[in-house]
């Protein structure tokens, strides 16, 4: 298989390679959207899929207080690696929402902001966060204009807690909106939704990091196809997907791979 290819995220000075994995299953089981349910795997089983997964070439992990236990799982198996091996890692992770009793909660505002960061440092055992994205309910206008969570991001960034800043967001407006001061965007595309991709564009040609997430419609979507169609969309850097089984991320980074040569 030819080495997964990485390109610049924008103009935050990160590399990130063409497929990023998203932790959601390694911490959480309830209220998902997949075709079928699944067993959180064991403590073993998620170190054998992370360390597989960066033996692939894939260097972006893409967390959230939203993913259930994911962060502290994450930080337990970041902590035992030697050095070399966490420096290879691009690490996100998100504030707004957490999920909490089964359900989600969503707070948003500068006090909500710094101290869901400070929880996600301390679960993750690190000291920044190379990304760092609000996690919207879908009233990205709202998050933007009415509270201060942009402005206490900002600060998050100027004080080294985050390298780069910007929004995971639902609609085409409130990515619009984020242009102004994101250094990056999560956005939904796939074969069944290109509603983003004027303002992918736009995030482009602004400098702006753009990762993708849903690209397989949870699952729905048979893979190569959905793979082949994000990644020859020249405004993505990353796609971002989720799963447990180790051997579809060696398929689909191989899909990846042929796809895209930089």
Known sequence: MNPLPRRPLGKTGIIVSAIGFGSFKIGRNQGIKYPSGYELPTD????????????????????????????????????????????????????????????????????????????????????HLDLLMIHSNGDDLHILNETDTVAAMQELKQAGKATAIGLSGKTVDGARAALDWADVLMVEFNLQDTTHLSVMREAQESGIGVLVK???????????????????????????????????????????SEVRTT
């Open 214 to 256: 849903k690209g397989l419609a949870a699952g729905h979507l048979d893979p190569a196809e959905a793979i082949q169609f994000v990644l020859l969309e020249q405004s993505v850097d990353s796609l971002v997907l989720g799963g447990l089984n180790f051997d579809h991320f060696t398929s689909n980074s191989r899909i990846a």
């Open 44 to 127: 073993q089983e998620c170190e054998r899929l992370l360390n597989g997964i960066l033996d692939l070439g894939i260097n972006l992990i893409d967390t959230a207080p939203a993913y259930g236990i994911a962060e502290q799982r994450l930080g337990q198996l970041l902590s035992q690696f030697p050095s070399k091996r966490r420096d290879e890692i691009v690490l996100s992770s998100k504030v707004g929402e957490r999920f909490v009793d089964g359900k989600s909660i969503y707070k948003f505002g500068a006090d909500a902001v710094r101290k869901s960061v400070e929880e996600s440092l301390r679960r993750l055992q690190t000291d």
